[in-house]
């Protein structure tokens, strides 16, 4: 499994921006789509994004359309998550996640490489 380690994570207003990034190592980055989960105290873990192998397609929560762009950097074996205008709601532990030779669509439990996740908190 490809190793991952999240960053990028802090406490910023309403409205501000963050960029989260999760450096990957162990496997061969290429064949993982990627994806961003994140998990708010007391809630269930829920997608945000989705990236496949090569960076072509995307996929995202009805939540941050429009607000977050997920991108991916093969040659770093990185993936980023660029948030913007964000919400008091956005506060959650931000998860980046692997899914060995996947698609965009697929299931959270289709992603068997986990990092430990980033904090995010908006005040407002």
């Known amino acids: 499994q490809v190793q991952l380690v999240e960053s990028g994570g802090g406490l910023v207003q309403a409205g501000g921006s963050l960029r989260l990034s999760c450096a990957t190592s162990?496997?061969?980055?290429?064949?993982?789509?990627m994806g961003w989960f994140r998990q708010a105290p007391g809630k269930e873990r829920e997608f945000v994004a989705s990236?496949?192998?090569?960076?072509?397609?995307?996929n995202y929560a009805n939540s941050v359309k429009g607000r977050f762009t997920i991108s991916r950097d093969n040659a770093k074996n990185t993936v980023y998550l660029e948030m913007n205008s964000l919400k008091p709601e956005d506060t959650a532990v931000y998860y980046c996640?692997?899914?060995?030779?996947?698609?965009?669509?697929?299931?959270?439990?289709?992603?068997?490489?986990w990092g430990k996740g980033t904090q995010v908190t908006v005040s407002s």
């Open positions: 996640a692997g899914n060995f030779w996947g698609n965009i669509y697929s299931s959270i439990k289709d992603y068997g490489s």
């Open positions: 990236i496949n192998r090569n960076g072509d397609r995307t």
């Open positions: 162990g496997r061969t980055f290429s064949n993982y789509a």
